[in-house]
């Protein structure tokens, strides 16, 4: 399964932007990059997700560097409610999720 | 719409007994996953339905098992239970068995075993 690197925790300001770092250098040419995260005491929750171009939704925005060795969760404003565990998932064949150990999100007010 | 429903929420189990959960996805949705996630290992894939059949599997002994019906609702069995199954086990319904489609994910079932 290929692999995903992410810092273990990361601090934010309220309403500030929050830039989520992850790298994957053995992606393949046809892995999609997904981002789920997940609130204390529920399941994880669907951010985003992308291939090679970069792609913005209601809740974020993902850059995708151009080698694809790299991505980059945004959160253009971060609240309370973003306080999180942040996984960056490479999917290749059908579902199969390797979840990795996250990035943890601490939102200070 | 509903969304991913598991049952039950809790469950105490003794060890060597055995245990089924229940899981079934949002309407219209036909694969089905499952993982185990433990404060030590984290999230971990178990394995995977699309329309009854397995289409992948974690490396999971085979004390763990699995079911998909033909109503896309899935149960997950684990036999022989160990103190080590101790964990939230979670399943996620998808549109389709597809790297492009996200996946939702039910509030889990926390086994204990004692």
């Known amino acids: 399964d290929a692999k995903t690197t992410q810092p273990n925790s990361m601090e934010s300001n309220e309403e500030e932007p929050v830039h989520l770092p992850c790298n994957h250098s053995?992606?393949?040419?046809?892995?999609?990059i997904h981002w789920y995260r997940q609130l204390p005491s529920q399941g994880p929750e669907y951010v985003i997700h992308?291939?090679?171009s970069n792609v913005n939704n209601r809740m974020a925005s993902l850059a995708i560097a151009e080698d694809r060795k790299s991505s980059t969760l945004i959160l253009h404003r971060a609240t309370l409610r973003d306080a999180a565990v942040y996984y960056c998932?490479?999917?290749?064949?059908?579902?199969?999720?390797?979840f990795g150990s996250g990035t943890k999100l601490n939102v200070k007010p | 719409k509903a969304g991913v429903t598991q049952t039950p929420r809790y469950l105490i189990k003794t060890r060597g007994q055995q245990v089924t959960l229940s899981c079934s996805p949002i309407?219209?949705?036909?694969?089905v996953s499952w993982y185990q996630q433990t404060p030590g290992q984290g999230l971990q894939f178990l394995f995977e339905?699309?329309?009854?059949?397995?289409?992948n599997k974690g490396n999971f002994p085979g004390r763990f098992s699995g079911r998909q019906f033909s109503n896309s609702r899935s149960e997950m069995n684990v036999s022989t239970l160990e103190l080590g199954d101790s964990a939230l086990y979670l399943c996620?319904?998808?549109?389709?068995?597809?790297?492009?489609?996200?996946?939702?994910f039910g509030q889990g079932t926390r086994l204990t075993v004692v």
């Open positions: 992308g291939l090679t």
């Open positions: 339905y699309f329309s009854e059949t397995q289409r």
């Open positions: 053995t992606i393949s040419g046809t892995d999609y």
């Open positions: 996620a319904s998808s549109l389709a068995s597809d790297r492009r489609t996200e996946a939702f």
């Open positions: 998932i490479l999917i290749g064949n059908f579902n199969k999720f390797y």
């Open positions: 309407s219209g949705h036909r694969s």
